[in-house]
């Protein structure tokens, strides 16, 4: 039910924000100190109090953009190949001239270079593909990698451990609407009731002027039995209607059927649903360092090493400038 979709994402989502805070707000330090804000506040207000220089100095960019440019330089890209009796090597060929297009239509170098920009930086970033509908008065869709911008947004299943994502369950990217646009667009949403504003009972939290709004992906698993047929060939018993003649059930075991759905909520509604076709959750992350120490997973970038000499660097600038 709907209720016991929100119930166990609202669950999710907190279990999320307490499995990543600590490297939440290293990654948001790390951001303040690459955008220039490398003085302790308590010693930048005294100097400023005291008319004394307090120069920033700031080298850091330049030395991210030396690991980004090179990955610019030296673009991945999408190689397929033919690898049983079945494949065929035209095929293959019509199969990378159709992602090639897909690449080229939706810039996918750039949705890739943010999340390897803010791999560099902060330990991790992401991009998504998602289907896009053609035109508005069209049902076609074509798929299109999308940017992730903001990678603190993205919230994924703190149980994966795959370098790409793969086996994890579910994943949460957030947004902020203001609260008139937000009851412009769903005006029979519960979450433009005023009861529902800052209930601390709710991880999304509604205040009055903004809403929370979550793009939730799930998987969604249902058991199923398996069949290994005579000729070979295997599928699930449910669609195995009439089997052709002489073939016969060799084994049977028990599997599952799984799909992936995605909702757009907040903490008291489902705005909109969909499946997507697709057998993992289509957002792939980009990590930078990672150390696991019994459990506790650390991401890291290159800003993280690099603050304590960039803040050595800007006192002794400063103090030769003052002297």
């Not at 957030?174 to 009731?193: I, L, N, V």
Request: net charge negative; charged share 30%; with cysteine.
């Amino acid at each position: 039910s709907d209720d016991a979709i929100l119930d166990e994402a609202r669950k999710r989502y907190q279990l999320c924000i307490d499995a990543f805070s600590q490297n939440r707000e290293k990654a948001k330090e790390d951001l303040q100190f690459l955008s220039g804000e490398q003085w302790p506040e308590v010693s930048k207000r005294q100097r400023q109090a005291e008319g004394r220089p307090c120069l920033t100095i700031n080298k850091l960019p330049t030395f991210l953009h030396q690991i980004t440019n090179q990955q610019r330089q030296n673009k991945p890209a999408i190689k397929v190949h033919p690898v049983d009796d079945d494949a065929d090597i035209e095929v293959a060929e019509v199969i990378q001239g159709l992602i090639r297009h897909i690449e080229y239509a939706s810039d996918a170098d750039t949705a890739r270079d943010t999340a390897v920009n803010s791999a560099a930086a902060i330990g991790f970033g992401y991009f998504r593909i998602m289907p896009r509908y053609d035109a508005p008065d069209s049902f076609d869709q074509s798929l299109c990698y999308m940017r992730i911008r903001n990678s603190l947004a993205v919230k994924i299943d703190p149980l994966s451990v795959a370098s790409d994502g793969s086996d994890m369950q579910y994943c949460f990217i957030e947004s902020e609407q203001s609260r008139d646009e937000f009851e412009r667009e769903y005006p029979d949403a519960k979450a433009s009731d005023p009861s529902f504003y800052g209930q601390s009972s709710h991880a999304m939290l509604l205040t009055k002027d903004q809403v929370m709004v979550c793009e939730y992906y799930r998987i969604e698993k249902t058991k199923a039995q398996i069949c290994l047929l005579s000729d070979g060939t295997s599928g699930y018993k449910d669609d195995l209607k009439e089997l052709p003649f002489g073939v016969t059930i060799v084994k049977e075991r028990e599997s599952y059927r799984q799909k992936v759905m995605w909702y757009k909520i907040t903490s008291t509604d489902i705005l909109e649903r969909t499946e997507i076709k697709c057998r993992w959750i289509p957002v792939y992350p980009v990590y930078g360092d990672e150390l696991d120490i019994e459990g506790r997973v650390i991401r890291s970038g290159m800003i993280r090493n690099a603050r304590d000499p960039a803040q050595m660097y800007n006192y002794w600038m400063t103090s030769a400038t003052e002297e």
